[in-house]
């Protein structure tokens, strides 16, 4: 088991900010592939981003790609994920998710994520 918390979000204006955190209680999140995955409304699940354990190669999906930035903070045990020119579609719950069996690279496909935590509401409106 991986337990995951999140944190940072909260309610924006479109073009805002807002920086989620991710944390792994029990182990060093460095030890493992970390995505972030989002849950809008009436929508299907969409994994927005995510960095490699091995390489911390980092992926992004074209909706935020160039507005999202996800990093590593190994000393202080967390990932993040910057959000920039926050639209009303970003709307949604955000989960940090683990894929323990992906070292090398990540992958935006739900599937190979085996844990995730509790999620942390994103709402951009005016």
């Known amino acids: 088991q991986v337990q995951l918390v999140e944190s940072g979000g909260g309610q924006v204006q479109p073009g805002g900010s807002l920086r989620l955190s991710c944390t792994a209680p029990d182990m060093s999140v460095s030890e493992i592939s970390i995505g972030w995955f989002r849950r809008a409304p009436g929508q299907e699940s969409e994994v927005v981003s995510c960095?490699?354990?091995?390489?911390?190669?980092?992926n992004y999906a074209d909706s935020v790609k160039g507005r999202f930035t996800i990093s590593r903070d190994a000393s202080n045990n967390y990932v993040y994920l910057q959000m920039n020119e926050l639209k009303v579609e970003d709307t949604a719950v955000y989960f940090c998710?683990?894929?323990?069996?992906?070292?090398?690279?990540?992958?935006?496909?739900?599937?190979?994520?085996?844990?995730w935590g509790k999620g942390t509401q994103v709402t951009v409106s005016s």
């Open positions: 998710a683990a894929a323990p069996s992906y070292r090398f690279a990540c992958l935006l496909s739900l599937g190979t994520y085996d844990y």
């Open positions: 960095i490699s354990s091995a390489t911390s190669r980092t």
